[in-house]
């Protein structure tokens, strides 16, 4: 299986930006689903976005669709999230996870490995 660590995480004001990467180490990585999902406290893990094999086929939640993207490198085993006009709704711990699967899924269940998260906190 592939091992996940992601970094990028940290306090920014509303309105402002932040990048979170995922360094993934281990089993291929160029022909697995990648996937960003967050957890609030006192909430459920939510699907963020996610990217198939290819880096073309992908997905976002309707909550940040228009404000993030996602993208990877498969040279560099990375998956990037870039969130702009971020909301104090955004503030949760972000996972990145890793599906197994070559189309990008959305449910929390299909992804088998996942990181340890990264903090973001988004102030008003």
């Known amino acids: 299986q592939v091992q996940l660590v992601e970094s990028g995480g940290g306090l920014v004001q509303a309105g402002g930006s932040l990048r979170l990467s995922c360094a993934a180490s281990?089993?291929?990585?160029?022909?697995?689903?990648l996937g960003w999902f967050r957890q609030a406290p006192g909430k459920e893990r939510e699907f963020v976005a996610a990217v198939g094999w290819n880096g073309g086929d992908l997905k976002y939640a309707d909550s940040v669709n228009g404000r993030f993207t996602i993208s990877r490198d498969n040279a560099r085993k990375t998956v990037l999230l870039q969130m702009n006009s971020l909301k104090p709704e955004d503030t949760a711990v972000y996972y990145c996870a890793a599906s197994y699967q070559v189309r990008p899924r959305v449910s929390s269940a299909d992804f088998k490995s996942w990181g340890q998260g990264t903090q973001v906190t988004v102030s008003s």
């Open positions: 281990g089993r291929t990585f160029s022909n697995i689903g």
